[in-house]
């Protein structure tokens, strides 16, 4: 007997995948050391829904369902979009699993570089994207007839939602749309590429993509790919963090992030934006106060309404 499902798979950054599909009612792999996945249709933890070491599930109440201190943290637990009781949630009836982000590499890193950690030349694994498949050789298997795939992130998992985008195209064979939070494609100012952090980390671009040297030609790239999917970007128009790791200033960042999206994809009707303003901070999911704003324009991309665009708003702090 199988159950029909709704999953939800998503570190400050993490990484979120939305299916629907079925929950085989054998572990797929019991070797493993296996974290439950939450079922969104009875509010019960399935041991049977098993996934890799180290993700997590949540049960109906958003508390975690294996000890996992390194990996999750009470802070985005409360972020609204993880909370299914948070009213207007657009994800409040979909499974919940936990990629969590530990590989510094924006999840799509497939290499093993020496570098020197206090003098001493020690093995880095820059593995976000070998993790990725790990996570899903599971999740395929797990939510089977899946007929669309929602990749949710914040921050360093803001980028790993439309940096993995091809590979999870390819793996679930379906329609997928991204909420990127927080991961611009930007490049650092003055450069013309991220070629530089593709090289250290051992970055594998889409097949066919073959200028995929920058993460704004991936973003292209999956567009080109799925031009009926859709592809949602926020961002605080101050982010005290990714302004100052691209080199901008932070009177600078929010023009150019705008500039960016208008000049590569203002003709993309499926493509919109949401900037706030006047509240310098970083991740737009992290202020609870903004989702009664965010949240209708979440609900407007999941849902396919044609009154969704790109709304500029004023945080009010």
Sequence with gaps: ?????????????????????????????????????????????????????????????NAPIVAAADTWTWKQLQYPALVRTTAGNPFSAMNMVYIPYCTGDLHYGNTTSTLQVNGTPTPTYFWGAKDMDVFLARLVPTFSNVSRVISLGTSAGGFGSYLNFDRLAHAFGVRVDVIDDSGPPLTTQGQSDNSGLFSAWGVVPPAGCNACNSFLNIMKFDR??????????????????????????????????????????????????????????????????????????????????????????????
């Design 224 to 317: 080109q790919s799925q031009p009926q999917s859709r592809l949602g970007f926020l961002s605080l128009a101050e982010d005290t963090v990714i302004s100052a790791d691209f080199g901008y200033g932070l009177s600078a960042y929010g023009p150019e992030i705008e500039s960016l999206f208008s000049a590569n994809f203002g003709a993309d009707p499926n493509v919109a934006t949401y900037i706030v303003g006047g509240d310098p901070g970083h991740v737009v999911e992290s202020q609870a106060a903004l989702a009664a704003g965010y949240l209708p324009w979440m609900t407007a991309l999941v849902s396919g309404s044609s009154a969704w665009t790109s709304e500029g708003v004023d945080g009010g702090m």
């Design 1 to 61: 007997m199988s159950r029909v499902r709704t999953c939800l798979a998503t570190s400050m950054s993490f990484l979120l995948v939305a299916c629907d599909g079925s929950v085989p009612d054998a572990p797929v792999d019991a070797g493993r050391t296996d974290a439950p996945v939450n079922s969104a249709s009875d509010g019960q933890a399935d041991a049977d829904a098993a996934l890799p070491d180290g993700a997590t599930g949540m049960d109906a109440g």
